[in-house]
Nanobody, 118 residues
Framework: QVQLVESGGGLVQAGASLRLSCAASGRTVSSYAMAWFRQAPGKEREFVAGISWTSNTYYVDSVKDRFTISRDNAKNTAYLQMNSLKPEDTAVYYC????????????WGQGTQVTVSS
């Protein structure tokens, strides 16, 4: 049974930083694609960042140069470092994993709220 548990969300002001964590069980993060998606109120869930099993990273254009995805194999945890946060980054952020690719999720976490005030 694969489980993903996110943490690290919160309420911050514009320009601040947050680091989201995704602790995985039932799957080794280094052997599968890990990704972060987000869903803002009234909008569809969108891909934000992903890291493949070969450690290639991918980002949506709106977060390039501000967000960094990484993983700690020893902790079996993926991270999303978010810098220079903007109000438009406000959303529920979901961790996902897949054996297909970074933009295709097989399993989802429960989500963590990120709110950026102006």
């Amino acid at each position: 049974q694969v489980q993903l548990v996110e943490s690290g969300g919160g309420l911050v002001q514009a320009g601040a930083s947050l680091r989201l964590s995704c602790a995985a069980s039932g799957r080794t993060v280094s052997s599968y694609a890990m990704a972060w998606f987000r869903q803002a109120p009234g909008k569809e869930r969108e891909f934000v960042a992903g890291i493949s099993w070969t450690s290639n990273t991918y980002y949506v254009d709106s977060v390039k140069d501000r967000f960094t995805i990484s993983r700690d194999n020893a902790k079996n945890t993926a991270y999303l470092q978010m810098n220079s946060l903007k109000p438009e980054d406000t959303a529920v952020y979901y961790c996902a994993t897949s054996r297909v690719g970074v933009r295709t999720a097989e399993y989802w976490g429960q989500g963590t709220q990120v709110t950026v005030s102006s």
